[in-house]
């Protein structure tokens, strides 16, 4: 079974930032886009940010500005920088990574900010 890795995530205070990252191993392909989920405590899983086949980034709304989203498409790796942080971006952050034919999605790394 293929599953991405995720790594980073953690404790900050409000105003603080963290980064997660995500690649899938032993695996090279062309990527059909590749895009971060989060989903908090009691809430369904909601997309945060996502780079499509061409290259397009966007994100939602409440995290624009304070989060940037990179990948690097040959090492199938994804990164998620989130600064100022607040206490509702509280979550456990879910990446997916698409190649032709297959979603592959990772278990999820828990990311915690306290006021």
């Known amino acids: 079974l293929v599953r991405p890795v995720e790594s980073g995530g953690g404790s900050v205070q409000a105003g603080g930032s963290l980064s997660v990252s995500c690649t899938v191993p032993r695996l090279t392909s062309n990527t059909c886009g590749m895009d971060w989920y989060r989903q908090a405590a009691g809430k369904t899983r909601e997309w945060v940010s996502g780079i499509s086949r061409d290259g397009r980034i966007t994100y939602i709304d409440p995290v624009k500005g304070r989060f940037t989203i990179s990948g690097d498409e040959a090492k199938l790796t994804s990164w998620l920088q989130m600064n100022s942080l607040e206490p509702e971006d509280t979550a456990m952050y879910i990446c997916?990574?698409?190649?032709?034919?297959?979603?592959?999605w990772g278990q999820g790394i828990q990311v915690t900010v306290s006021s």
């Open positions: 997916k990574i698409c190649v032709p034919g297959q979603n592959y």
